[in-house]
């Protein structure tokens, strides 16, 4: 079994800067054979692709050059760096993970942590 959890959501200014963590944890799970994904739902959307660690990293246009996806696979840990943050960024910030993340499908989902950013 595979369990993800987020940190590092919060309240940031327009401007700001933060870093969510992601810890994966589960007795036979190494993150280095497993596609590494972050995902976003704001109020009254869909959930939308930020961006994703899978051999090389990319990301959703609507972040690339703010957002930056690392890997810690010794530690289990993925996280995303945001800078320049904008009020639309405001959303319930999900880490998933994958096998494979065909078609951007992913088996493994945290519960997510909220990220507001104030005008």
């Known amino acids: 079994q595979v369990q993800l959890v987020e940190s590092g959501g919060g309240l940031v200014q327009a401007g700001g800067s933060l870093r969510l963590s992601c810890a994966a944890s589960g007795r036979t799970f190494s993150i280095s054979n497993y596609a590494m994904g972050w995902f976003r739902q704001a109020p009254g959307k869909e959930r939308e692709f930020v961006g994703a660690?899978?051999?090389?990293?990319y990301y959703a246009d609507s972040v690339r050059g703010r957002f930056t996806i690392s890997r810690d696979n010794a530690n289990k840990m993925l996280y995303l760096q945001m800078n320049s943050l904008k009020p639309e960024d405001t959303a319930v910030y999900y880490c998933?993970?994958?096998?494979?993340?065909?078609?951007?499908?992913?088996?493994?989902w945290g519960q997510g942590t909220q990220v507001t950013v104030s005008s």
């Open positions: 998933a993970a994958d096998p494979a993340a065909r078609n951007n499908d992913y088996l493994y």
């Open positions: 660690s899978r051999g090389r990293t």
